[in-house]
T-cell receptor, first 111, second 114 residues
């Protein structure tokens, strides 16, 4: 059983559309990180969210941490082909201490 | 500032052999973590090293072992390779140990076991 469940697993959209991907858990996290990974490369850190209810923006990407610090979402506005990649969330539950990753959402943005 | 580097980029080994993968951490970082990423899955935590000592381990057998050197670079050793060990092995460095840290990943080593 995955500690961090990401949905959807796959998402294929047209350029210009908006989308939201989710990262959910039954555990409480002290922080969550979002990464983007391209084929054959390592994940690249996008953002860290720490406070329950926190919202962070990175250009067209908006990240939100749930009030209870058990879930997070990533919203992309006006998606572009360059946004294509595997989006991973990661964190360590407050009672465990080991960092864990979800299995990611594979996003394809078609021109 | 130098990023995280890993070597080799690709490796093909035969079942039963041993392999050593190498990682140089980002300048100023003292903690290195190793992950295994199978196709279609997220990275799975193998172990973490902080100041040359193991600081946490995931659900991997003892044939997965590691080292960290005084310059904070690290090695991952895998003995008695199995077909299921075929994966992308990622190294990540960070400024501090513990669960709430931002990690910076290298490009990975693609290991194929035949």
């Amino acid at each position: 059983t995955q500690l961090l469940e990401q949905s959807p697993q796959f998402l294929s959209i047209q350029e210009g559309e908006n989308l939201t991907v989710y990262c959910n858990s039954s555990s409480v996290f002290s922080s969550l990180q979002w990464y983007r990974q391209e084929p054959g490369e390592g994940p690249v850190l996008l953002v860290t969210v720490v406070t329950g209810g926190e919202v962070k923006k990175l250009k067209r990407l908006t990240f939100q941490f749930g009030d209870a610090r058990k879930d997070s979402s990533l919203h992309i506005t006006a998606a572009q082909p360059g946004d294509t990649g595997l989006y991973l969330c990661a964190g360590a539950p407050t009672n465990a201490g080991k960092s864990t990753f979800g299995d990611g959402t594979t996003l394809t943005v078609k021109p | 500032e130098t990023g995280v580097t890993q070597s080799p980029t690709h490796l093909i080994k035969t079942r039963g052999q041993q392999v050593t993968l190498r990682c140089s951490s980002q300048s100023g970082h003292n903690t290195v973590s190793w992950y295994q990423q199978a196709l279609g899955q997220g990275p799975q935590f193998i172990f973490q090293y902080y100041r040359e000592e193991e600081n946490g381990r995931g659900n991997f057998p003892p044939r997965f072992s590691g080292l960290q050197f005084p310059n904070y670079s690290s090695e991952l050793n895998v003995n008695a390779l199995e077909l299921d060990d075929s994966a992308l092995y990622l190294c990540a460095s960070s400024l501090a140990r513990g669960p709430t840290y931002e990690q910076y990943f290298g490009p990975g080593t693609r290991l194929t076991v035949t």
